[in-house]
């Protein structure tokens, strides 16, 4: 068996760490996660877990979740990818639609990696700088990094 990256790894203990019935709105806006992966598999474990808190989570009482891409892993979101990936981009944008997840691009890393932005799917918010918008999330809307 294959070892996630450490970056999986801690997001995937944080959201099985993650109290689901004790936590109210006075406690936190939502959570904001740094996701960085190299590939469509790990992004696809981040993904299964956002679908086992669906049945789990509600975003009213909890707040959102944020998850701040800003790696390798947004080259999968790429529109000349999107037959080869289609599978994880619309588990996704179904995450996205049922309000359990926030995605959110790094134009910076976006630049980097030479993706447009007419280039990603339009539920994918773009953000200017990943660092910035986590620090944005925790001090001005009251987000807990996980």
């Not at 909890?62 to 891409?69: D, E, N, P, Q, S």
């Not at 790696?71 to 944008?93: I, M, P, T, W």
């Not at 990943?130 to 944005?136: D, G, L, M, N, S």
């Amino acid at each position: 068996m294959r070892i996630p990256s450490p970056s999986i790894f801690l997001l995937l203990l944080a959201l099985v760490a993650l109290p689901v019935g004790a936590l109210d709105e006075t406690q936190t806006q939502g959570y904001v996660f740094s996701v960085t992966v190299s590939s469509s598999q790990q992004l696809d474990v981040v993904l299964d877990r956002a679908e086992d808190l669906r049945a789990l989570f509600n975003p009213n009482e909890h707040g959102k979740i944020a998850i701040v891409l800003h790696g390798d892993e947004l080259q999968l979101f790429q529109k000349n990818n999107y037959a080869s990936n289609r599978s994880v981009v619309e588990r996704a944008r179904l995450l996205d639609q049922d309000n359990i997840i926030d995605i959110k691009a790094c134009q910076t890393m976006m630049r980097v990696l030479d993706i447009e932005q007419n280039e990603l799917p339009s539920f994918i918010e773009q953000v200017p700088f990943a660092p910035a918008e986590i620090e944005r999330l925790q001090n001005q809307q009251g987000f807990t990094r996980l």
